[in-house]
């Protein structure tokens, strides 16, 4: 099962107004829950094979669902929204935002921040891999629209920046 059947599999989910569901398959077992008594949202586990294979067959399946999550992390692709002149900063991966780079360190970015393209804005962390989210665009920080240590979705919005 895929990144993009997953994603599918929540929203359909999160449509039919199920509080939760659970998914089992021959190696992936899913469960799903929706609603205000859980602050996560989704789990992903995988399953144990049950028969014992070779050292050099396991580690190239091991390393491609790590690759994944590395090459869907590209820098946030902007998108201007219709109704202002500001620029919607939007999550490229489903993970878990962070604006901290760790609990000690200073925030990426504050609101009226000046920002430059390439710059951190934050981080979100997808299967315990940390994927820093890069600006596409210059300008100033109006909104952060996510609460740091919250779960995001893909192409969820995350920043309104200000171009100009």
């Not at 602050?39 to 050292?55: D, F, G």
């Not at 240590?149 to 200000?162: G, H, M, T």
Request: with cysteine; hydrophobic share 40%; glycine share 4%.
């Amino acid at each position: 099962m895929d990144i993009k059947e997953i994603q599918n599999l929540i929203k359909f989910v999160a449509k039919s107004g199920a509080s939760e569901v659970k998914l089992e398959m021959d190696d992936v077992k899913i469960t799903i829950r929706t609603g205000s008594d859980s602050n996560e949202v989704t789990y992903v586990q995988q399953a144990m094979p049950m028969q014992a294979a070779p050292m050099p067959q396991a580690a190239p399946a091991a390393a491609a669902p790590a690759a994944a999550p590395a090459a869907e992390a590209a820098p946030a692709a902007p998108a201007v929204d219709e109704n202002s002149k500001y620029v919607t900063v939007k999550s490229p991966i489903i993970g878990t935002f962070y604006r901290k780079p760790s609990p000690d360190k200073p925030l990426f970015c504050e609101v009226g921040d000046s920002i430059k393209e390439g710059d951190t804005l934050c981080i979100i962390e997808a299967m315990k891999l940390f994927n820093e989210i890069e600006s596409e665009v210059s300008g100033t920080i109006v909104k952060v629209l996510v609460d740091d240590s919250s779960p995001v979705e893909f192409d969820q919005p995350l920043f309104l920046v200000d171009p100009s």
